[in-house]
Each structure stands twice: as structure tokens, then as C-alpha cells.
């Protein structure tokens, strides 16, 4: 059975970075699509990006340059790092696997952005 | 950026009644290989987001056939007929045709 698992700092300051891990089991990360989706307080949801079976990445342009997802095949894991992190950034950070849908999903992990 | 644009924002529904959801799309998102990536998600309270329907009218395994996916182009409906209590959360549609992918705004469904 496919399972991810997000885990990474529940705080984090203002203008610092944010990182996150995503471990995955059941599936290799070698294919298909990995991605970082947050849901905000209230009901929006944002996709972040992903990483591809490749090892390519798409970001969302509203993120800019303080994006970077990577990974490391050996431990089937993906990683999201945000930098500059401000207040508006506080969300449930979920990672998820894309194929015809995302259709695996981690459980989540809030992340509140606060000194 | 393609926006979503989910009607209606709330929906109050009877168990057993039928509920419907429109996602309406500044763009066409029929790609370029013919493929409509659109799909649907709901989050179920304390729950993370699941999968129902993708490709636009393609359920989801162990999804129930009482969720249906329709539509094309720019305008997209999601059924639910037969509303059951494991069906209240919060719905959205979601695109992959064009970068960035955008969800729509969301769509909570609960009882009368």
C-alpha cells in the first residue's frame, strides 16, 4: 500500500525557511509525480509544486524564487523548503502523489509561522 | 493563472437528497492530447483530501457510484446523488491542464 508521511517543524520563525520531508512507502518515487499542496485557514488550497519521477520540478510562480523541492531516491523521500517565510505562509503542509489524480496523500502537518 | 470558480460556496442538504456542484474555468482545460484534467476532491473533516473523481467523470477506486463527474470545456458539474453522512466535508475541483494548477475556492456540503 502506498503511504506518505510529512514531517518537518510545527513553528517557524519570520524570515527563516521552512522544511519539510515527505517519506514515502509502497512505491518508488522513481514514478509518477510527487507534490507539496497546503491548505490555508479557512478553505483555500494552493498547489506548492512537484518533483517528477525524473527529478524535474514545476513551482507555482505566486511562490517565486523561495521554492525548492528535491529529493533523495535512496531513502524514497521528497523535500520542500520555503524560504523567507512570513505569517501568511502558516498552513497544513500535505504532500501527495500525482498520477491520474493526487491520489495518495499524507496526513498533514500544520505549520504556523510566528516569532 | 486559470481560476476555478465553485458554485455554491455552502450547500445544505437532506440525507438522501441529490447535491449538486458547479465548477466553472477561465480557460478551456481540455489539453492540447485531447485529456481534460479536472478532478474532484473532498476533504472530510480532520481528514486529509481524497480523491473522487479525475479526468472528469472517472471515479476514483472503492469511490461510490452515487458520485458523478460531468462536463467540458470550461464548465464542470459534480453530482451527488443520495447524499450519505460520509459524504459531508468540503469539495473541490482542481485543474492540471494549464500552469500553474489551481484548486477552486471549495464547496462545504452539510446537513440541513
Known amino acids: 500500500e502506498v503511504q506518505l508521511q510529512e514531517s518537518g517543524p510545527g513553528l517557524v520563525k519570520p524570515s527563516q525557511s521552512l522544511s519539510l520531508t515527505c517519506s514515502v512507502t509502497g512505491y518508488s518515487i522513481t514514478s509518477n509525480y510527487w507534490g507539496w499542496i497546503r491548505k490555508f485557514p479557512g478553505n483555500k488550497m494552493e498547489w506548492m509544486g512537484y518533483?517528477?519521477?525524473?527529478?524535474?520540478?514545476s513551482y507555482n510562480p505566486s511562490l517565486k524564487s523561495r521554492i525548492s523541492i528535491t529529493r533523495d531516491t535512496s531513502k524514497n523521500q521528497f523535500f520542500l523548503q520555503l524560504n523567507s517565510v512570513t505569517t501568511e505562509d502558516t498552513a497544513t503542509y500535505y504532500c501527495a502523489r500525482y498520477r491520474t489524480g493526487f491520489d495518495y496523500w499524507g496526513q498533514g502537518v500544520m505549520v504556523t509561522v510566528s516569532s | 493563472d486559470v481560476v476555478l470558480t465553485q458554485t455554491p460556496v455552502s450547500l445544505s442538504v437532506t440525507l438522501g437528497d441529490q447535491a449538486s456542484i458547479s465548477c466553472r474555468s477561465s480557460q478551456s482545460l481540455e489539453y492540447s492530447d485531447g485529456y481534460t484534467y479536472l478532478e474532484w476532491y473532498l476533504q472530510k473533516p480532520g481528514q486529509s483530501p481524497q480523491l473522487l473523481i479525475y479526468g472528469v467523470s472517472n471515479r476514483f477506486s472503492g469511490v461510490p457510484d452515487r458520485f458523478i463527474g460531468s462536463g467540458s470545456g470550461t464548465d464542470f458539474t459534480l453530482k451527488i446523488s443520495r447524499v450519505e453522512p460520509e459524504d459531508l466535508g468540503v469539495y473541490y475541483c482542481f485543474q492540471a491542464t494549464h500552469d500553474p494548477w489551481t484548486f477552486g475556492g471549495g464547496t462545504k456540503l452539510e446537513l440541513k
Open positions: 518533483i517528477s519521477y525524473s527529478g524535474s520540478t
